[in-house]
């Protein structure tokens, strides 16, 4: 998704609601990409933006293949973290979409 993110934003629209997180981005050079992941998730429903690039910062510096994302709230910060422990723990403020 981060690939069609728009230049200037890098924005990916993520949504959470009961076994999948969605992942979307809109370019309007390029198209739509969107990809639906499954998930263990039990909270309220919910639609948050994300800057891809400081998403894929987080996830590219831990090393595992499952993480925990944390929401309190669409516009605070996202705490994403190992799976396997909490030997790193990365911080992303969402944007309005």
Do not use: W
């Given at each position: ?23 979307t981005?809109d ?65 992303v ?5």
């Open positions: 998704a981060e690939v069609m993110a728009p230049e200037k934003t890098s924005t990916v629209r993520v949504k959470l609601d009961g076994s999948s997180l969605e992942l981005a370019n309007p050079d390029l198209g739509v990409a969107h990809q639906e992941i499954e998930v263990n998730y039990d909270g309220d429903p919910l639609v948050a933006g994300f800057n891809a690039r400081y998403l894929i910062e987080v996830l590219e510096a831990m090393d595992t293949n499952q993480v925990y994302l944390e929401f309190q709230g669409e516009l605070d910060p996202c705490v994403l973290r190992p799976v396997d422990g909490p030997a790193y723990l990365g911080v403020m969402p944007m309005r979409i």
